[in-house]
């Protein structure tokens, strides 16, 4: 059966920047926006009043940005069945965007730096956009330098720091890698790190133990070289320690595929195996990472199980047959990306990483709630 996997993509507008905006109508913009001058009053009846205010006094005005909580069709893709988001999710995304997105880069990249080179447009949308026949669903788009898309607002787990940072915050540093570098190229060199190891089709079939293998730093980043790019940038920034720890070690591995007559036929790679009974090398078991303990001396045994003599059984090491050494790929990459943001940019990937860090590991979201609570 096809797991279902999710991406993070670009659209990229030919001339949506450049070209202008033309209207029927006698409305004027302002020079210094891409939005129509309109009436402000915000109406403190309104259910909604606490958080329009929250949205125009840290977003609209400070950096000229419509964050869209209430769901435009026309602004959305069509063939796709969505919902708008809650407004309670709403208000988390909106606060937790300021602290983990804005608020980092403008403690260390300057006041003016997402102010020049932010989106324009974040849109929230409830649900995801299935792509059935691929077995995908996308979790955000970055449209021409201007928009952010984030979708699966709804299935928000407020709790659950893991699935915060994979689907919304990574979502955030990953799209804004795309408007970067969309405005700024970075170095062809990095495509040529992993060529002919990219599948634009068939990359949702992959795992991720392979896919470390080879230099990538999730499923999704063999897609393609932008999407790789992107994603590097993101998981450097909201990765911990361990996670990247983790990367970083799945990445220095060999991985072998099970047959499908083998008791773990359903896992598609594995990296240790034991002998069977008979002993011999070619007659392997694989096993799952879980199952194995790693012993003070070094060796490696089955965590549950004895041999018929009553000892632990022995596991080995699957051998590194791909020619590639992840890690060494993937430091590369973090490397290119890190001088490119420091020489177009001006930007310290670490110190933006050590930020976020800090900030993700650390914040009580009541605090911030009460930023659009205490709103009078």
């Not at 009053?41 to 869209?68: A, G, I, M, Q, W």
């Not at 970083?248 to 002998?275: N, Q, V």
């Amino acid at each position: 059966m096809k797991s279902l996997k999710y991406y993070i993509s670009s659209l990229l507008l030919a001339g949506v920047v450049g070209m202008g905006f033309t209207s029927c109508s006698d409305d004027k913009l302002d020079p210094n926006s891409i939005f129509p001058k309109i009436d402000e009053t915000l109406d403190p009846n309104s259910k909604t009043y606490k958080l329009d205010k929250f949205l125009r006094d840290n977003y609209l005005t400070p950096y000229n940005l419509d964050f869209r909580y209430k769901m435009q069709d026309v602004g959305t893709n069509m063939n796709y069945n969505l919902v708008p988001a809650t407004y309670d999710n709403a208000v988390d995304l909106a606060v937790l965007t300021k602290y983990l997105w804005f608020e980092a880069y403008e403690k260390v990249a300057g006041p003016d730096f997402l102010k020049l080179y932010g989106p324009r447009i974040i849109h929230l949308i409830g649900s995801p956009a299935y792509n059935p026949t691929s077995g995908t669903m996308i979790l955000g788009l970055a449209e021409g330098g201007i928009k952010v898309s984030l979708f699966r607002v709804n299935q928000m787990n407020i709790k659950d720091f893991n699935q915060m940072n994979e689907y919304y915050f990574k979502t955030m540093h990953h799209e804004f890698a795309h408007i970067l570098h969309q405005t700024k190229t970075y170095p062809s060199e990095f495509n040529t790190l992993s060529v002919g190891k990219y599948d634009s089709n068939n990359w949702g079939d992959r795992q991720e133990g392979v896919v470390a293998s080879w230099g990538f730093v999730s499923t999704y980043a063999s897609s393609e070289f932008r999407e790789d790019f992107a994603e590097v940038i993101a998981n450097y920034i909201v990765k911990t320690d361990k996670q990247w720890a983790h990367l970083l070690d799945m990445a220095s591995r060999g991985w072998e595929t099970p047959s499908s007559d083998d008791e773990m036929g359903a896992i598609y790679y594995c990296y240790y195996y034991f002998k069977n009974n008979s002993g011999d090398e070619a007659d392997k078991i694989y096993v799952d990472e879980f199952d194995v303990q790693v012993n003070e001396d070094g060796t490696k045994q089955l965590k549950k199980g004895k041999d018929p003599e009553g000892n632990p059984i022995v596991v080995y090491d699957v051998v590194d047959k791909d020619g590639i050494d992840g890690v060494e790929v993937i430091n590369k990459k973090v490397q290119i990306a890190r001088q490119w943001l420091a020489d177009e940019w001006g930007v310290n990937l670490d110190k933006l990483r050590e930020e976020v860090q800090d900030r993700q590991q650390n914040y009580n979201i009541e605090d911030l709630r009460d930023q659009v609570r205490n709103i009078k």
